[in-house]
Structure formats: structure tokens, C-alpha cells
């Protein structure tokens, strides 16, 4: 049975003086994404997209390359829309994260509202399933903010309590039935293996 496997890119360069929507892969990075290439080995995948973003169109050009395979984007998989603020260093990047989700029908600090980044992916996401023509495994490259959104709408749970990626470093991947994206595996890390 096809899939569509949604991975949530993995580490990245963190450079505050360069657009937060160009970060590139890091070292760590690009190895994982070899990595979860060497898992899919035995798999058919037949299709790959990301978002615009560099830090996934950097983890499709690595899948492409292994796979033979061109990636198509749409800036509909992209991450919340965080421009307003830029980039936050952590820890307080992670107490405005709790609060987006926490309050999906608001904008927190000017950036894009939970529930309007919710319907952005599940559509990019339904579109990319329902147009793709290839008949294997579809692989999408995107984030792990969106990841956790589209988790909250597949399980038919309120945002901030569906299952989430638990890599601190990202490279965690959902498995969905590529036809009825039910969920088939929860989120793994890479490092878990495909589990299929």
C-alpha cells in the first residue's frame, strides 16, 4: 500500500543574521537526511516535495539524488509564518511557541495564528496526495511546527494535544496511508528506522 511520509527537516546552520526561511542543513543535518534515505532504500518512492524553505528543499535535494527523483515545492508547507518577529533566541523562542499553541485562535507576537497554519498544511498536504500522478510512496520535507498541526487535525484532537516529533534536532517522520491519510505510524525519529 503507497504511503505519504511526512519528515520534519532535520539540524540546521542557526545564523540570526540570515533569514530564518534560508538556514541550510548543518553537518548533522545533511547525515540524517542520508540516513532516512538509506531507510526508504527498499521502499518505492516515487515522489518528493517540500516546502520553500531551504532547510527542507535541502533534505529533498538529498532524497532526489539517492531516489533519481526532481522535488516539486509549495510554499504551503512552509512553517508558521514567524516573519513578524524574526528570529528569537531560545529559551524565550520556546515559551512563544508554547503560546502559540496553546492559543491557536490568536496571533501571538504577530505571528501567523495556529489554526490558520492548520488549515494551510492540511490543504497543501491533501492537494499534494489527491494531484501527485506517480503510484509509490510520496515523501514531503516540511517542519516540525506544521508537522504537529497536521498531527492535531489526522488525530481529531484540539492543537497543542496531538503526538509530536521528539527529536530536539527535528528528522522525525509520520507515516500516512497515502490514499486516506490515516495515520499508519506515529511520529519516529530517524534514528528509530521505518518500523513498516
Same mark, same amino acid.
Given at each position: 500500500?503507497? @504511503? ?9 546552520? #542557526?545564523?540570526?543574521? =540570515? ?12 547525515? &540524517? ?11 518505492? =518512492? ?6 520553500? +524553505? &531551504? ?6 535535494? /538529498? ?5 533519481? @527523483?526532481?522535488?516539486?515545492?509549495? +510554499? ?11 528570529? /528569537?533566541?531560545?529559551? $524565550? ?11 491557536? %485562535?490568536?496571533? #501571538? &507576537? ?10 494551510? /498544511? ?15 510512496? /510520496? ?10 498541526? @497536521?498531527?492535531? %487535525?489526522?488525530?481529531?484532537?484540539? #492543537? ?6 521528539? %527529536? ?5 517522520? @509520520?507515516?500516512?496511508?497515502? $490514499?486516506?491519510?490515516?495515520? &499508519? ?5 530517524? +534514528? ?5
Amino acid at each position: 500500500m503507497p @504511503l505519504l511520509i511526512f519528515l520534519t527537516h532535520p539540524e540546521v546552520v #542557526i545564523d540570526p543574521q =540570515v533569514p530564518i526561511t534560508q538556514w541550510p542543513l548543518n553537518a548533522v543535518g545533511r547525515e &540524517r537526511m542520508e540516513r532516512f534515505a538509506d531507510l526508504l532504500a527498499g521502499r518505492n =518512492v516515487t515522489a518528493l516535495y517540500a516546502s520553500t +524553505e &531551504r532547510k527542507a528543499t535541502d533534505g529533498a535535494a /538529498i532524497l532526489g539524488e539517492r531516489f533519481g @527523483l526532481p522535488y516539486g515545492t509549495d +510554499e504551503d508547507l512552509g512553517e508558521n509564518d514567524r516573519s513578524a518577529t524574526g528570529y /528569537i533566541a531560545p529559551p $524565550e523562542f520556546w515559551e512563544v511557541v508554547g503560546q502559540f499553541f496553546a492559543n491557536p %485562535h490568536e496571533s #501571538i &507576537r504577530g505571528w501567523e495564528r495556529a489554526i490558520d497554519a492548520q488549515a494551510r /498544511i492540511v490543504g497543501a498536504v491533501k492537494r499534494v496526495a489527491q494531484n501527485d500522478r506517480t503510484s509509490g510512496d /510520496i515523501v514531503v520535507v516540511s517542519h516540525g511546527g506544521v508537522g504537529a498541526l @497536521l498531527t492535531a %487535525h489526522l488525530q481529531r484532537v484540539a #492543537i497543542g494535544q496531538e503526538s509530536r516529533p521528539s %527529536h530536539p534536532g527535528g528528522g522525525c517522520f @509520520l507515516v500516512l496511508d497515502r $490514499e486516506s491519510l490515516a495515520v &499508519r505510524q506515529d511520529w519516529r525519529a530517524i +534514528e528509530d528506522g521505518l518500523g513498516l
